[in-house]
């Protein structure tokens, strides 16, 4: 009964290569996130979305779209892979609130290595 | 800009003994700030949170924070440490916008247990 899971774990793939994540959380939440975490470990949003829709849009390159089906569901597809996209994504999720105290609640992470 | 600051890369205590993490804030209101801990190869597990109220909060896995405003400080505590505390903390902070809440992560601090 995972909270927020992620697929694959690992994604090791050649550059150019058009690739996803997918996130899925079974807390009820409303609000999920994607993050980015470099290989000096720093946490960095790229979206949020809120009920299916983008509230937050971080200066990410137009390659990197998120895809939010439902609620409980947020895909990241990356496309034309660059060496620099290597890195680990953490897909999060909360219930939004009003002022931000809602904790957020963090997947295990896919480490993607661009080849 | 709001963010937070981690000044210490990395700490190594003996196993047994007490530990302080430092995190430094800039937020113009009361701030709600966060303690995540990250394992290796883990996502990230939220300690603790201090939205208002009494400066002294306490955690899970007995960690406690104290909020200090005319430091601006929200330092990481723990009387005895365990090997198995040996992970990557971070502190956050959010930051509320127009368009969302964002969740603003300091660069992190690993900690390494020595037995």
Redesign the interface.
Known sequence: DTA?SQTPKYLVTQMGNDKSIKCEQNLGHD?M?WYKQDS??????MF?Y?NKEL??NETVPNRFSPKSPDKAHLNLHINSLELGDSAVY?C?SSQ??????N???????TRLTVL | AQSVTQPDIHITVSEGASLELRCNYSYGATPYLFWYVQSPGQGLQLLLKYFSGDTLVQGIKGFEAEFKRSQSSFNLRKPSVHWSDAAEYFCAGVRVTGGGNKLTFGTGTQLKVEL
């Open positions: 927020v609000t996130y000096k470990k720093f946490l960095k949003i949020s809120n509230i937050i953490f999060a939004e609130e009003a002022g931000g105290k904790e957020q609640f963090f997947g295990p992470g």
